[in-house]
């Protein structure tokens, strides 16, 4: 079955960190560009970062400087180290594998930033 399972979803507080990863199964990530999404509350879904099969990057202007996605193959699995976390930065962050016409998202994982 081919689908992406996130994690590290969680609660912290303005100027924490967290650590979400991506686990693809049933497929090889090698091949896919690998992206994180995310939706606020009452928002629409938008790119938070890319990364190709080159390991070439993309953020969104809001998150530049403050996160960083990387892929490990070896281990089929995408993170997003997410640094001086803000709480505009509160989303359900979604997982996204695309490689030509095929695509593939995850189920999302919570993320709240509050004090």
């Known amino acids: 079955q081919v689908q992406l399972v996130e994690s590290g979803g969680g609660l912290v507080q303005p100027g924490g960190s967290l650590r979400l990863s991506c686990a693809a199964s049933g497929f090889t990530m090698d091949y896919y560009v690998m992206s994180w999404y995310r939706q606020g509350p009452g928002q629409q879904r938008e790119l938070v970062a890319s990364?190709?099969?080159?390991?070439?990057?993309n953020y969104a202007d809001s998150v530049k400087g403050r996160f960083t996605i990387s892929r490990d193959n070896a281990k089929n699995t995408v993170y997003l180290q997410m640094d001086s976390l803000k709480p505009e930065d509160t989303a359900v962050y979604y997982c996204?594998?695309?490689?030509?016409?095929?695509?593939?998202w995850g189920q999302g994982t919570q993320v709240t930033v509050s004090s």
């Open positions: 990364i190709t099969t080159s390991r070439i990057t």
């Open positions: 996204y594998a695309r490689r030509l016409a095929a695509n593939v």
